[in-house]
């Protein structure tokens, strides 16, 4: 019996056939990993920061102008959205939209950006900033909140959103 037999009919360079089969699939493996990379790099050079700064943008104003309506909330959340609020909770997507939806404000209470920004990691988007709420014309309240958004299947979607109430401190003198 030759050397090649007795390791367990092997290939020709004389590896275990176990050990041929593992480099066989690692390279395959490797090969579906760069490929992957490859179109995943493909995807974000087809789209520019500017464009994702622009979509990020336009969310957010779609999702403040609808923040109590549920298809809108539907297609700007994603699946898997977490949203904490202040009392201790972890609201999920149907959650948030059930809330919302049930909790609607007088029609003369509104809320506008006073500062947004939009901070971009690939597929990842970041948005900060500051929400006031008026009433009758009036401010009353200022938020700062924290959205955070994934690029996936063609389009940004909101994974993550926390906000929490400016208060004025008052200064000791």
């Known amino acids: 019996m030759n050397e090649l037999n007795r390791m367990g009919s092997g290939d020709q360079l004389g590896y275990p056939r176990s050990?041929?089969?593992f480099g066989v699939w690692a390279l395959l493996a490797f090969g579906a990993a760069f490929l992957s990379l490859r179109q995943t790099a493909a995807t974000a050079q087809e789209r520019s920061l500017d464009q994702d700064r622009r979509a990020l943008t336009a969310l957010e104003n779609e999702w403040i102008s609808?923040?109590?309506?549920?298809?809108?909330?539907d297609r700007i959340l994603a699946a898997d959205f977490v949203h904490p609020v202040l009392t201790g909770d972890f609201l999920n997507k149907s959650q948030h939209i059930d809330f919302y939806t049930k909790h609607k404000p007088p029609a003369n209470f509104k809320s506008r950006f006073e500062r947004m920004?939009?901070?971009?990691?690939g597929d990842i988007g970041i948005v900060t900033g500051i929400v006031v709420?008026?009433?009758n014309g009036k401010d009353f309240g200022r938020t700062v909140f924290t959205d955070i958004f994934a690029y996936?299947?063609?389009?940004?979607?909101?994974i993550h959103a926390q906000e929490t109430q400016v208060d004025k401190l008052q200064r000791q003198q």
């Open 19 to 21: 050990l041929a089969a």
């Open 66 to 73: 609808n923040e109590h309506d549920a298809t809108a909330l």
């Open 117 to 121: 920004d939009v901070y971009l990691y």
């Open 133 to 135: 709420t008026s009433y």
């Open 152 to 158: 996936r299947s063609g389009r940004w979607q909101a």
